[in-house]
């Protein structure tokens, strides 16, 4: 199975809701199954694949999110307090999909979460869940709101490597398109990052900081 770049796919990477109806292939499902362990134990979280079912994706909510065909999904859960993590690990996974021809939507409302199938342990809930599939297309970009609302840095000119990261940024996926979050560049290449209010801000700030490293590359920088 081929594989596309990383930074390749996090370009080509839009929120898909229209899936066509194929199941996802065998190798694909094994590559996913192997990540995803992976990730779990990592991240100490727990990330669930379901396949070939439906019914999280029906009803009046799925409607208003414009999904249709979506029968294979993820269900993140976690204990409270980890949305961070999740908005992290959860890209990751979001990006290996891309990177294996998979298409994928961050979902945190639009589904039926009564339906969505889980197996939490003690002190977990179902916290957000990506659905996953082959795309009828492959999405559109997001509008970006301006730079200078995104970040700050000292000086008079922007350094390439943090202009990368920014840019990598911009290309974060977030709820509703909010865009919630502010990256500030200070003295000695340490970078604060800080979400602003708004549903998901948390999670989408874990997204954020997931393509913020990987737009720096391997210039070095401390999270402060």
Request: charged share 25%; net charge neutral; with cysteine.
């Amino acid at each position: 199975m081929e594989t596309m770049d990383i930074m390749k796919a996090m370009r080509a990477r839009h929120s898909v809701r229209a899936y066509q109806d194929r199941p996802i292939e065998r190798e694909a499902v094994d590559a996913l199954e192997s990540y995803i362990a992976q990730l779990n134990e990592e991240s100490g979280l727990n990330i669930q694949l379901t396949l070939n079912e439906p019914t999280a994706f029906t009803g009046p909510l799925a409607h208003y999110g414009s999904f249709k065909n979506c029968s294979n999904y993820v269900a993140i859960c976690a204990a409270n307090g980890r949305d961070e993590e999740i908005g992290y690990f959860g890209e990751k996974l979001v990006l290996y999909a891309q990177q294996i021809g998979l298409h994928t939507c961050w979902v945190a409302l639009t589904c039926n979460k009564r339906n969505v199938r889980h197996c939490c342990r003690k002190g977990e809930k179902l916290q957000i869940v990506i659905s996953i599939g082959y795309g009828v297309h492959g999405g559109v970009p997001h509008k970006n709101k301006p730079l200078e609302r995104q970040c700050s840095f000292e000086g008079e000119t922007m350094p390439e490597w943090f202009a990368a990261a920014m840019k990598a940024v911009r290309m974060a996926p977030t709820a509703t398109n909010q865009q919630r979050f502010h990256f500030a560049l200070l003295e000695g290449d340490r970078v604060k990052a800080r979400h602003l209010l708004g549903p998901c801000a948390k999670i989408d700030l874990g997204i954020a900081k997931y393509h913020f490293e990987l737009g720096a590359g391997e210039h070095p920088f401390e999270w402060v």
